[in-house]
């Protein structure tokens, strides 16, 4: 889950949803009154880009909870390098058609290019 690093979100019998490490929950469960599970909200209602975190296996994690298709190609510039953003990004071991996806289809769709 991004901004926790590592983590993996719970969900409890309770109403309660929180982020763990796998078993072991860190105390940050708080209650909700969600009608529907947290992460169908992200996957409906929210992109999350790239810029800022080169990380393969965070945008695996990323791919897991949201799915490849709200994902967007982004770089910080001039915070960040586009060089090593672009190399990183045409490297990581993810599959073509998710690359296509991230790299432009998902902003043409969402922007209605």
Known sequence: MPGVEGAERE??????AGVG?????????????AKLPIGQYLRENFY??????F???????VM????ADR???SVDYPF????????WF???AISESDRLKIAGANARQLFHL
């Open 11 to 16: 969900d409890f019998d309770d109403g309660e």
């Open 21 to 33: 490490r796998g078993e072991r929950d860190v105390g940050l469960a708080v209650p909700s009154k």
């Open 48 to 53: 999350i880009t790239t810029s800022g975190n």
């Open 55 to 61: 990380r393969t296996q965070t945008l695996t994690e």
């Open 64 to 67: 897991l909870e949201v799915g």
């Open 71 to 73: 994902i967007l190609y």
């Open 80 to 87: 960040e390098d586009m060089a090593l953003a672009a190399d």
């Open 90 to 92: 045409d490297h990581a």
